[in-house]
């Protein structure tokens, strides 16, 4: 009889410490998960910065989320960076409605590590047009274009065409550091 109470309480322990290291397993999954980058906040955090450095004044601004199908104005970021949506886990636009002001910035996370070049080349096709238009329209935008920004951490993108680009990139970098 003992030895069928021994038998019993290790099948019993043993199931415990499964259930247990299980556990662990799902907690490590939850913390490798909650390691990303969200790009709305990011997004939302950059659209802050500018509204401060507008003094609220971003009222001719349109923010576009470049992985939905139904949004018209993010149809206009995906044609000119040439690249398909399937390409993106996440991404967002955010320039004037107005062309009279180059500002755009865009935010992205690429669906997978081997869309990376192609998102950074569709990257540089927007900046590639952004050049054409602004060096023949006005010269205090184009200046702005000259100034721009694109950078790439992990599977995340920003591109950054403003006054002060540094501030847009700041926030990106700040995010960026907790990947």
Known sequence: MKKVWLVVSL???TMAMAACGNDSAGDSTSETDAVTMNT??????????ISEDMDG????FQRADLTDEEDPTGDMYMDTM?????LLASGFGYQSMMNVNSTTIIVL??????????????LEA????QVNIWSQYLPDQYEKVENNIIKTEGNYFIYITYDNPESIEAIFDDAAGAL
């Open 82 to 86: 040439g690249i398909d949506r399937t």
């Open 57 to 60: 004044e971003t009222g001719m």
């Open 40 to 49: 709305e906040e990011v997004m939302d955090k950059i659209e802050s910065q």
């Open 109 to 122: 996370e690429a669906a997978s590590s081997d869309d990376i070049p192609a998102i950074r080349a569709g």
């Open 126 to 129: 927007y900046l590639e047009n």
């Open 11 to 13: 099948i019993v322990l």
